[in-house]
């Protein structure tokens, strides 16, 4: 089991996605799962302030992992607001721990290697400078604005991004994806010599 986590922008999607296609692991990309609570509470007209509303779209959340509505700037707005909710948290955290429990994954998100599965071989940090992760963000957007919202959304994740103390720290700030996908893979089949 492999965990990447890191701040909005650190290239956590890219390097976990393949990590997990070069050492042939599943692939676990839990901002997802929290992204399509947001969708299901924007389509299902559930306030952000809803905890248990929130949480009870947990399990619908699962069927929404493909829709392009994920990316969206409205989702992009409310994410960090469903995810601040402890009944949401606990309910994907059951849901991920089940997925991982079958072992071989490689899972990324904000507090993986430090919450949802600190027994993971292999902890990693993924960070860049604030100004790399607003570029890329606004790369994979098309849109100018994301880069404020990015702050924004680090000051709202902040209680959510959870360093494991055991984490190799990896900074991406002047790597490009397949430099760091290199080294954690390279730290992975150390690990497993």
């Known amino acids: 089991m492999i965990a990447i986590d890191g701040p909005a922008g650190a290239g956590k999607s890219t390097v976990a996605r393949a990590v997990a296609t070069a050492l042939g692991y599943r692939y676990l990309d839990t901002g997802a799962m929290y992204r399509a609570v947001a969708l299901a509470a924007i389509r299902a007209g559930v306030r952000d302030e809803d905890s248990e509303g929130l ?3 947990a399990d619908i959340a699962a069927t929404l992992s493909g829709d392009p509505g994920l990316r969206s700037p409205e989702v992009e707005s409310r994410v960090s607001l469903v995810a601040r909710h402890q009944p949401v948290r606990e309910a ?3 849901a ?3 997925f991982l429990a079958e072992g071989d994954a490689v899972a990324e ?5 430090a919450v949802v599965w600190p027994e993971a071989e292999l902890k ?3 960070d860049a400078a604030p100004q790399v ?5 606004v790369r994979e957007q098309g849109d100018a604005a994301a ?4 702050a924004e959304r ?3 994740d902040s209680a959510q991004t959870v360093r494991a103390p055991d984490a190799v720290v990896i900074d991406s700030t002047e790597l490009d994806p397949d430099a760091v996908v290199d080294r954690i893979v390279a730290l992975a089949r150390e690990g497993s010599a």
Do not use: N
């Open 92 to 94: 994907l955290h059951r």
């Open 133 to 137: 992760r607003a570029r890329r963000r």
């Open 154 to 156: 680090d000051r709202r």
């Open 147 to 150: 880069a404020g919202a990015l």
């Open 55 to 57: 949480a009870a779209l």
């Open 124 to 126: 990693i940090w993924l």
């Open 109 to 113: 998100g904000r507090d993986v290697g």
């Open 96 to 98: 991920q721990r089940a």
